[in-house]
Antibody
């Protein structure tokens, strides 16, 4: 059974940093591309980052480019999202998601971790 | 960026009724080389993370009830629930994975009368 478990969220002040983790199990993590997607309170879904299975390529939404960094450690079956210069508009539930085989859509999602940016 | 537009924003139906919801993209999601539409549908029930229902515009995921039907091509897509059940209460999102940034529609909230 595929499982994705996010952690590392919390309440932080504007301008600060936070690093999210997503531990994967139930599939060969090192063979799959992975995403981060977020959802602001009572709002829709926003894709924010993609990393290839071997970390060879990374893509970001314009809203986070230059501030957020996606990375992975295949030896630990873990996906990361390092978030710097956080703003109030980054307040959201953050989901990690597995990319489907041979395509970019999201076939499995984690339960999400909440990040609140407020003074 | 590809803009995804979903209508209606909300819909209330009685159990057993048929419901359709629309998703339109600002450019074609049909890739000419493989004739596939790069469009997925997700279901998000209250308090839960989204769940993949349909990929490639019309391919139902394993375990998804056959009352969920995806159709359409190019820029116009539809999700039909042939006979709504109480457990279908959710927000339904379409998403294009044709190109980055991958983008979602704003969702259709399905309410059960």
């Amino acid at each position: 059974e595929v499982q994705l478990v996010e952690s590392g969220g919390g309440l932080v002040q504007p301008g600060s940093s936070l690093k999210l983790s997503c531990v994967a199990s139930g599939f060969t993590f090192s063979s799959y591309n992975m995403h981060w997607i977020r959802q602001a309170p009572k709002k829709g879904l926003e894709w924010i980052a993609l990393i290839y299975y071997d970390s060879s390529n990374k893509y970001y939404a314009d809203s986070v480019k230059g501030r957020f960094t996606i990375s992975r450690d295949n030896s630990k079956n873990t996906l990361y999202l390092e978030m710097n210069s956080l703003r109030s508009e980054d307040t959201a539930m953050y989901y990690c998601a597995k990319a489907a085989t041979g395509a970019w859509y999201f076939d499995y999602w984690g339960q999400g971790v909440m990040v609140t940016v407020s003074s | 960026d590809i803009v995804m537009t979903q209508t209606p924003s909300s819909q209330a139906v009685s159990a057993g009724e048929k419901v359709t919801m629309s998703c339109k993209s600002s450019q074609s999601l049909l890739y000419s080389e493989n004739k596939k539409n790069y469009l997925a549908w997700y279901q998000q029930k209250p308090g839960q993370s989204p769940k993949l229902l349909i990929s490639w515009a019309s391919t139902r995921e394993s375990g998804v009830p056959d009352r969920f039907i995806g159709s359409g091509s190019g820029t116009d897509f539809t999700l039909t629930i042939s006979s709504v059940q109480a457990e279908d209460l959710a927000v339904y999102y379409c998403e294009q994975y044709y190109d980055t940034p991958f983008t979602f529609g704003s969702g259709t909230k399905l309410e059960i009368k």
